[in-house]
């Protein structure tokens, strides 16, 4: 009897995976997906040595996850593989080339700004000129009145992804234009290169440079690859359910909705945990999403390097979110003129490259905000460096305290990025000055133990050096696929021991 739940789960899985279910898409956490990525990978087995036909077939099933998660924006995502594969034809034939870098560039951020951003251009339109505006949907009416009942009229959703495919289209066009990349002349290996579903909808932000080859080489995966892949998988799956989403439902989630409610010390409790959870939330999803484009035979780039080890924000930076911090650099900083044009010139770049990256995350003006701390922190250890002439890299005691400092400086710019509004903001510094009651550190034990052991297990995640980990891996490598079965389950049962009942979508899908 005890079997019997686990079994209508997974029928009800099985049952969910064909339609579009928006209050349960197919995300990578979820039973349904891992039944349905078994499937593909059996018909997969079948077609992965024939690199055309292997391609086609890993774009459908990219469309049909993505459909899965994201309903009819499934429409939007082929008119970004459509365009943006025109656009670079156009680019590459014509001698007029920046006039069509411009173009394209142009409506790809004009689609993204329409979708992301309308809601707070007007806003802010409103305030300054003291209009009443009113946003409209004109893309759902138009879908609608062509092919039925698609969209929501009333509002206009942010369809999940399209932050990152964007950005991914735009280095392709940027990368075509310089000659740093070949033009794809077949539209379905372009169509696959922006729509391949592990990393499609929370990055890493893939150059064409490095994977279009990809899809004309053999498939070849070792077996020290694929235990690399299951890993990745593995350890991913843990840092978004058993850590992640334990700290986001039992502390941050609380705190943040009612900061008044909650002591100052709980406050300061749920930041620190917000920085362990957006880590454990993002990395983990890198992780898998690696893990299983390495399963069907592609290498995508690392994210994520041990972020809160670093010593500086400029370190933090090399760090965390690796592929959006080299967009911005290569197609937003060294264009704006990087640092070749004196001290100045650096200053500005900077602080507009970190302002626009807040702004990339969302609109309003918290995203903001969290920008220019870290734009701020990034030129002030510039200028710091150029006056004092310091070197780039610390020893000992003095490295313990910079990565220290450094998380402090990270997690206090984690509120402004997390909290709903300003005023929440100003309820977490509320409770801090007013509430903090650290006398009351035994009650708050004996209320948050388990809250406190994942948050402590968390920072020795984090904070474990890279060469234990690494030794870590090459020992789970190493093993015979007798050895490595038992652990992998025996996690996997830990993760659902400790999972909620409700899928939790990662962070970044909102973005």
């Known amino acids: 009897m005890t079997w019997l739940p686990m079994n209508e789960s997974i029928i009800h899985s099985i049952q969910s995976i064909w339609q579009y279910h928006p209050e349960e898409p197919l995300f990578y956490t979820g039973l349904a997906f891992w039944i349905a990525f078994t499937a593909f990978l059996g018909l997969y087995s079948l077609v992965y040595q024939r690199n055309a036909v ?4 890993l774009l459908v099933i990219s469309w049909f996850i993505y459909y899965q998660m994201n309903g009819a924006f499934l429409l939007l995502l082929a008119f970004s593989c459509l365009v943006n594969y025109g656009f670079g034809l156009w680019i590459h034939a014509q001698s007029r080339k920046r006039f069509c870098l411009i173009a394209a560039v142009g409506l790809n951020l004009l689609v993204l700004a329409y979708f992301k951003y309308a809601y707070f ?7 300054v000129f003291q209009t009443d505006w009113q946003v409209f949907n004109w893309v759902g009416w138009l879908v609608n009145r062509a092919v039925g009942s698609l969209l929501d009229e009333d509002s206009i959703l942010l369809p999940i992804g399209i932050s990152f495919y964007t950005f991914q289209a735009i280095s392709y066009l940027v990368d075509v234009y310089r000659g740093d990349s070949k033009v794809v002349k077949n ?24 994977f279009i080859p990809q899809l004309y080489q053999k498939f070849s995966l070792k077996k020290e690859e694929f235990s690399h892949a299951i890993f990745l998988i593995t350890k991913g799956l843990f840092k978004k359910m058993v850590i992640a989403d334990f700290l986001a439902l039992n502390l941050v989630d609380r705190t943040f ?35 299983l484009a390495l399963i069907l035979g592609f290498k995508i ?65 918290r995203f903001l905000i969290w920008g220019a701390i870290h734009g701020l922190g990034l030129v002030m250890e510039k200028l710091i460096r150029n006056t004092f002439a310091l070197g780039a890299k610390t020893r000992s005691w003095k490295k313990i305290v910079s990565v220290f400092f450094t998380f402090q400086v990270v997690s206090l710019a984690w509120l402004f990025f997390r909290a709903r509004d300003y005023s929440t903001i100003q309820q977490f ?19 948050y133990q388990w809250v406190l052991l994942v948050f402590f297990l968390g920072l020795v995640l984090v904070w474990t050096p890279n060469r234990y980990k690494e030794k870590l891996r090459g020992a789970f490598i190493s093993l015979p696929a007798w050895g490595q079965i038992p652990l992998v389950v025996l996690i996997l049962l830990l993760i659902a021991l400790v999972a909620q009942s409700n899928l939790q979508p990662f962070i970044y899908f909102r973005f």
């Open 121 to 127: 251009f007007v806003e802010q339109v409103n305030w």
């Open 429 to 447: 510094f509320y409770q801090l000055r007013f509430h903090f009651f650290p006398e009351n550190l035994h009650l708050g034990w004996q209320s």
């Open 54 to 57: 292997r391609n086609v077939y």
């Open 301 to 365: 780039p690392v994210n994520f390097n041990a972020p809160y080890q670093a010593t500086s924000l400029t370190d933090f930076w090399h760090r965390w979110h690796i592929s959006l911090s080299l967009w911005l650099r290569d197609y937003l900083y060294i264009p704006l003129g990087g640092n070749r044009k004196g001290l100045g010139r650096t200053v500005i770049n900077v602080f507009i490259t970190m302002i626009l990256g807040g702004l990339w995350h969302g609109a309003n003006l």
């Open 257 to 291: 909705e009612a900061p008044l409610a909650y002591s100052g010390l709980e406050n300061l409790l749920s930041v620190y945990a917000y920085s362990i959870q957006i880590y454990g939330d993002f990395s983990g999803y890198t992780d898998i999403a690696i893990g």
């Open 187 to 210: 539209p379905l290996d372009f169509s696959f290169y922006l729509s391949f579903f592990p990393q499609l909808v929370a990055g890493p932000i893939v150059r064409a440079s490095s």
